[in-house]
């Protein structure tokens, strides 16, 4: 059984900084893309950030030039690294990742981790 579990989230004030980080455990064969998504209240929910196995990387135009997505695969966890946060980036921030078991390629999700930002 595969489990993503999340952490780094919390309040901070305009300006400042947060990481967040999600690793993937269980019985699996290897990770594929791993990545962010971010649910506001009253809001569907969005891409932030994705990066695949080689690192390869792309951000919400949001985010682009105040977030960081990382991985260590040995770890099999993924890193966001937030910038500059503004009131707007408040939001339930979920990992993913799409993972290989025995037979295929599913998708999995993590508990959700509360990011708010506020003077």
């Known amino acids: 059984q595969v489990q993503l579990v999340e952490s780094g989230g919390g309040l901070e004030q305009p300006g400042g900084s947060l990481r967040l980080s999600c690793t993937a455990s269980?019985?699996?064969?290897?990770?594929?893309?791993m990545g962010w998504y971010r649910q506001a209240p009253g809001k569907q929910r969005e891409l932030v950030a994705t990066i695949s196995s080689v690192h390869s990387t792309a951000y919400a135009h949001s985010v682009e030039d105040r977030f960081t997505i990382s991985r260590d695969n040995a770890k099999n966890t993924v890193y966001l690294q937030m910038n500059s946060l503004k009131p707007e980036d408040t939001a339930v921030y979920y990992c993913?990742?799409?993972?290989?078991?025995?037979?295929?390629?599913?998708?999995?999700w993590g508990q959700g981790t509360q990011v708010t930002v506020s003077s």
């Open positions: 269980g019985s699996f064969f290897s990770v594929n893309a």
């Open positions: 993913y990742a799409s993972i290989w078991t025995d037979t295929e390629m599913s998708d999995y």
